[in-house]
């Protein structure tokens, strides 16, 4: 640390002034961090929870290897669904019976969207963020290409505008409150708000939401919404995503992909579809099993914990690592995208170099592990539930001596995976 | 065994015959199976095979536990659903590059069938089996009412019926080889062509076929087919299921799910869906790495095994089964619905019982593990990977044990998972 420049002393001083009245400071333990690692990439993959293994050997050996076939109903697999749903109801503000797991979220995206525009016929917009994660930009397109629609792509900065000129056209929103490059948060409640005083049904993407913050989904009157299982829920690599079904629309509501799982009477065998009642009807094929049960034990992360308390940590982590980065990486080429304003920042922080492939890179052979996103984006996501104000003035302090040493490769290159 | 007849001596000793020339007999060891059971649904759910635990756990700490986001690529878990696709090929008769794993068959079916009845515009009819699995079903009316066509449910033995009637207006013809219920074998060769000859395209379902017989994808010159991963490919429960697409059609194939997992560039983050070349673009979200991963470990059960063998096996076991029931529950009020003949068989045996429901309950008392299909069929699922003749005598016995001593609840009810 021979480069640190005198502020570190007082950033350090800072950071475990923070660290000892953080009232999360012990989740740390809930999960298997390896040693001496800086995980700023919970947002593409959460780590491994500590009650998974013993889940998961359960799932295997008992269940699975010993129970057989007879899992579907001793060990309540059928239920898993709408059981784990409900747990993820929880953590974003819904009522039991409106939320599912299962497939990932371009499938739920596919069913929601689809059904949420058919709830308001002869409206022909579908309204998406042009800088919204690509399969919720792809999917739209293809749901508007096999129903006759259209699409506008408008930020949530300018849906007034589009409200105003032809809000009584538009069917459906489908925003996500986080932009998954800056970090910066929409206001779920005013864009919801806008969106419904026009007649058109929200649907919010909640894959770097759900986990990080408090979601209410049912307080905010949210039509439909989706996530995934696999960044703040630690749900594991690829784990099932979630739908979203606002009560008010079960009755009506008529997803694309009508399979048996999903049938009011699976066991019955009908021969045409008749759908559950309710959220169920969202469940398509059998569902994979142990990546759901793996999903399930994850979750058990936040049964006693309070979201209001996790956000206020997870804004202190940002805040903290924004001043870090202002202080430390001054001058060195960086340009901070993630909003300062706390109401305006989700649970990452952004940093604009034109070298953020290399550095990240040499972050990571440090123990320091974020990612990039295309061309020039650093992208550090911060979980609440295992950092420190300490990991982050580690991660500043490290990216400052690489970039002050030159200790990385300039070659432009591409990123991993979201 | 007080009430064995005579002729349970000859059967013992046929079977001990049976199982002592069998060429696949040391494979039992490859699952962990418990003792004194005799799986017979493992058409429903494949047992645990030994090779999947230590993956698992490897999985688990060392990948996602330790190596957390670079695992993506430095356990190669992006290339998985294709690469895990080209060892269900392998045992489905496709040569590398067709065969994809990822999502449920219902969701591998409605793309399936969409991208299928695109390449046929023009003709308007979606050609489906009354008898099929009732997701076949739903899923074709709901592609058919998304898409304007028609379907007609005509059962394999009437095609020939139909396309001479109304050929050239059949866009897609879809059909299992293995009738869920009755265990009744078509003739996946006659029905191919017949539909090719009319100019259709088929779509054959494999869920109870794939790893229990041979099939010759490439060589019948399938068009489409998918299939599931839990039954005789033993991937465990929901494990994820697989896509084949005829290399033939993969430049101008266009599946609706357009997943952000499928674009030729997919971290580039582009503006559009820009399908990638091959069978890559039914890719669609994230997968669910633990269940992939699983079914890529349970897949080495078949590294070395010859399909005919299995099959050879299969029939042996099935046509002992038969026999068995021919002589053991003769008069007691079993109707053996599965034909007779080998060239009509798949990998299971189904018989008739009004009683269908207390009768595997109190087979499944007493560790012989069938299922049932509503309202009366017993169904007895017969993989050759770790069943022998003895135990499908004792199943049979234990049958006629239970049946002659009225040893069971009469009181019909519904049955379990597919």
């Keep these: 640390m021979t480069t640190a420049p005198p502020s570190h002393t007082e950033l350090a001083a800072r950071a475990a002034a923070l660290d000892a009245e953080a009232p999360l400071a012990d989740t740390r333990g809930r999960f298997l961090l390896p040693e001496n690692v800086v995980y700023l990439d919970g947002n593409s993959l959460g780590p491994l929870p500590a009650a998974v293994p013993p889940v998961l050997d359960d799932v295997l050996h008992r269940q699975w290897g010993t129970d057989l076939i007879a899992s579907w109903n001793t060990h309540a697999w059928w239920e898993a669904p709408v059981r784990v749903g409900d747990t993820v109801g929880r953590i974003v503000g819904a009522a039991p019976g409106q939320t599912l ?32 994660f690509p399969t919720d930009r792809y999917l739209t397109d293809s749901v508007a290409a096999r129903t006759g629609l259209e699409v506008r792509r408008v930020r949530p900065a300018d849906l007034h505008g589009l409200l105003a000129a032809e809000g009584d056209r538009v069917a459906v929103v489908g925003y996500s409150p986080v932009d998954y490059r800056t970090g910066e948060l929409h206001d779920i409640a005013a864009l919801t708000g806008a969106a419904h005083e026009a007649g058109a049904l929200v649907l919010w993407d909640l894959c770097h939401a759900a986990g990080a913050m408090p979601v209410r989904l049912d307080a905010l009157g949210v039509d439909f919404a989706v996530g995934c299982g696999y960044k703040f829920l630690n749900g594991g690599p690829g784990a099932p995503a979630f739908l979203y079904v606002a009560e008010r629309h079960h009755e009506h509501w008529s997803p694309a992909l009508t399979g048996w799982t999903g ?141 002050t040493t030159g200790a990385y490769d300039a070659a432009p290159e591409r990123g991993a995976v979201t």
Excluded at 103 to 117: E, H, R
Excluded at 303 to 323: I, K, M, Y
Excluded at 382 to 395: C, E, I, P, Q, T
């Design 263 to 403: 049938h009011a009477d699976p066991f019955g065998l009908h021969d045409t579809y008749t759908p559950a009642p309710g959220i169920a009807r969202g469940r398509i094929g059998t569902p994979p099993m142990l990546s759901l049960l793996c999903l399930e034990a994850a979750l058990t992360v936040f049964d006693d914990l309070d979201l209001e308390q996790v956000r206020a940590r997870s804004l202190s982590l940002t805040g903290f690592l924004l001043r870090c980065a202002g202080t430390l990486l001054d001058g060195l080429g960086f340009e901070p995208v993630t909003p300062a304003d706390p109401e305006r920042r989700g649970s990452q922080v952004s940093l604009r170099h034109p070298h953020a492939y290399g550095l990240v890179r040499a972050l990571a052979a440090r123990g320091i592990v974020g990612d990039m996103r295309a061309p020039d984006l650093l992208r550090f996501g911060v979980n609440a539930l295992y950092l420190s104000h300490a990991d982050v003035l580690r991660a500043v302090t490290c990216l400052r001596e690489i970039v």
């Design 101 to 132: 797991v299962g497939d990932s979220t371009s499938v739920q995206l596919y069913n929601a969207l689809g059904a949420a525009a058919a709830l308001r016929p002869g409206r022909p917009l579908l309204v998406t963020d042009p800088d919204h």
